[in-house]
């Protein structure tokens, strides 16, 4: 059974109801209880103008990788996002997946660990309460290591929990 890190972001139609759907349907395809980082507001990167709802949800699955990406891309799309989405635009729903275990994934639907999650803090800080000692498996570097080194932006643990 895997260990898989699933980020969730959402800046349109009400982003925490949208973030407590993705989280119930995680728990749902889950084989043990999720484990779950508080809720944090980020500015949004590229050209969106509302900030995001972010946090990191932990399941474990028995699912392959690419299985698992075609449920978290239909659940998305039963959410509300379009198939075809312009990068980095305001979205009501947007579930990665971080990391799969210690796997490695290059395809060319699929990069495990996710390509950009490193310079994200949205995504690092609420790893780093579900999983204070992860370590990623490229660079070797633990969690405390890559928020050192990720590039700032404006992020706030929110008030409201889930």
Known sequence: MAQVVIALGSNLDDPFRQLSIAKEFLEEISFAPVLSSSLYESEPIGPSDFDFLNAVVVIKTKAAPDKLFEMIKTQERNQGRPSRYPKWTARPIDMDIIAYDDQLINTDELTIPHA???????????????????????????????????????ITKSTSTW
């Open 116 to 154: 950009e999650y490193s310079r994200r803090l949205f995504v690092l800080l609420p790893m780093q309460e579900v999983l204070p000692n992860w370590v990623d498996p490229i660079t070797n570097k633990s969690i405390k290591k890559l928020i050192e080194t990720a590039p700032s932006m404006s």
